[in-house]
């Protein structure tokens, strides 16, 4: 039983593969290997030793990569933080300032809150006195209102 692949591409494979299993056909780079099931259940490992260590000598190389790209990116961000701060602490500045104003302007309303109920209340007391002078003198409140109505006909004729 032969399977001729040529000319196929796959994962690694290229060119042609003339055993009877699924085995790729030596175009396997670095760490990439596959297992295959030997002889009594034991995986058979493709590439060797060759392939492991050179996967092993290029992780400190990988490493020292990533150590300076981490080290980049940190001097990129301190960079964006410095010129960024004083931006920012200008903000803050202002947004306190703003809260100070607000407060102060809750403050005034507040007051204003407080001085028309006092008004309210004072009004209030008023109608209060003045029903009450209506009930004890109802005649007298009468003549009252005829008077101070007689005084602004008189006024207005002038």
Known sequence: MQNSNT???????SGTNQSGSNQPSGNQSGS???TQSGGGG????????????????????????????????????????EKVAPVIDAVHDKVEAAKG????????A???????????????????AAREAIRENPFAAVAGALLVGVAYASMKRR
Not at 122 to 128: D, L, N, P, S, T
């Open 7 to 13: 000319g196929q591409s796959g994962f690694g494979q």
């Open 32 to 34: 990439n290997q596959q």
């Open 42 to 81: 034991q995986p058979a490992q493709q590439g060797g030793g060759a392939a492991r260590s050179a996967a092993d000598s290029q992780r400190p190389v990988g490493g020292e990569t990533l150590a300076r790209a981490a080290q980049g990116a940190h001097r990129a961000v301190d960079a964006t933080v």
């Open 101 to 108: 104003a607000a407060q102060g302007v809750k403050d005034v």
């Open 110 to 128: 507040l007051n204003a809150q407080d001085q028309a109920g006092a008004a309210k209340d004072q009004v209030a007391e008023w109608i209060g």
